[in-house]
């Protein structure tokens, strides 16, 4: 298994353009998440998704749209990028047994910076 | 709103040291708390706790919870250079999981 990978490692953008961050995982896991990590904030949700075509709002969801057309990808897109958003973006998946979700596994990461 | 703060946020200690960090929550519909460590890139998975008073350990480290007084505690026992990271506590209730700012942990030689 690859388990979770995230495409690309590294992005620059200017204000105002777009763009997607791909996820995908070969898991089968139906939990699905989007972080942002920005020093001395940790880490914080932005989008989620429970199983495909189901998508959910986390704590910091503003300038970014998902998507959940099948099991294994979850892309992240920024429609309007925004130096607020320069940041490192993790995705993640959750494992499940029954009705328990169990330990989350992490992408590598992308370190976006928008100028 | 699902809350959680860890404390210390920084620690420096030396080789051989014993530490403890420390992470309370609030939260509505408790599932798990999960401890993960951090270094360079994305986290590692070391702990998930469900239930009060069972020690989990994996070598050096160990973690308990006490969910009548909403805390959870990381305790690592004679550091090692290698275990200087953040360590993030995570909650999860009814959302995915909200992360703690995470405890900053440098050791010295």
């Known amino acids: 298994n690859a388990g979770v990978t995230q495409t690309p490692k590294f992005q620059v953008l200017k204000t105002g353009q777009s763009m997607t961050l791909q996820c995908a995982q070969d898991?089968?896991?139906?939990?699905m998440s989007w972080y942002r990590q920005d020093p001395g904030m940790g880490l914080r949700l932005i989008h989620y998704?429970?199983?495909?075509?189901?998508?959910d709002q986390g704590e910091v969801p503003n300038g970014y749209n998902v998507s959940r057309s099948t099991t294994e990808d979850f892309p992240l897109r920024l429609l309007s990028a925004a130096p607020s958003q320069t940041s490192v973006y993790f995705c993640?998946?959750?494992?499940?047994?029954?009705?328990?979700?169990?330990?989350?596994?992490f992408g590598p990461g992308t370190r976006l910076t928008v100028l | 709103e699902d809350k959680v703060v860890q404390s210390p946020l920084s620690l420096v200690v030396h080789e051989g040291d014993t530490v403890t960090l420390n992470c309370s929550y609030e939260?509505?519909?408790?599932?798990?708390l999960l401890w993960y460590k951090q270094e360079k890139k994305a986290p590692t998975f070391l702990f998930m706790l469900?239930?009060?008073?069972i020690e989990k350990k994996s070598g050096r480290l160990s973690s308990i919870l006490d969910k009548k007084e909403l805390f959870s505690i990381l305790n690592i026992t004679a550091t090692q250079t290698g275990d200087s990271a953040v360590y993030l506590c995570?909650?999860?209730?009814?959302?995915?999981?909200?992360f703690g700012k995470g405890t900053r942990l440098s050791v010295i030689a």
């Open positions: 939260v509505t519909n408790f599932r798990s």
């Open positions: 469900t239930s009060s008073g």
């Open positions: 993640a998946s959750i494992s499940r047994e029954g009705n328990r979700y169990n330990e989350q596994f």
């Open positions: 898991m089968n896991h139906e939990y």
């Open positions: 995570a909650l999860r209730g009814n959302t995915p999981l909200v």
């Open positions: 998704s429970v199983g495909a075509g189901i998508t």
